[in-house]
């Protein structure tokens, strides 16, 4: 009863931006730390980017200093801005949110993916 789907991607050229967004919907009690990860083809997933429920972050090497992540609680969406694109950071990103229910039940749940592609 807990959907994770993400939204924004698509094609931007080396240099440019992209925001993409998590929402989360359903039967949610509480939203608690929410994490971007993203898989480029042959790659494993990797871990980009998380933020708690409180807004603290942290970031992976490869993206601290151009990647932003942050929440908005009242909208249960978390959003990744991504400044000064590579084509490395070519990939499916995926959204993973570790969710209360209303059956106080603790999950962690994936959305499907979404594809970022940097290219010129």
């Known amino acids: 009863q807990v959907q994770i789907v993400e939204s924004g991607g698509g094609l931007v050229q080396p240099g440019g931006s992209l925001t993409l967004s998590c929402a989360a919907s359903?039967?949610?009690?509480?939203?608690?730390?929410v994490g971007w990860y993203r898989q480029a083809p042959g790659k494993q997933r990797d871990w980009v980017a998380t933020?708690?429920?409180?807004?603290?972050?942290n970031y992976a090497d490869s993206v601290k200093g151009r990647f932003t992540i942050s929440r908005d609680n009242a909208k249960n969406t978390v959003y990744l801005q991504m400044h000064n694109l590579k084509p490395e950071d070519t990939a499916v990103y995926y959204c993973?949110?570790?969710?209360?229910?209303?059956?106080?039940?603790?999950?962690?749940?994936w959305g499907k993916g979404i594809l970022v592609t940097v290219a010129s």
């Open positions: 359903g039967s949610i009690a509480t939203v608690y730390a």
């Open positions: 933020c708690t429920r409180s807004g603290s972050t």
């Open positions: 993973n949110a570790r969710v209360l229910d209303t059956k106080l039940i603790t999950t962690s749940y």
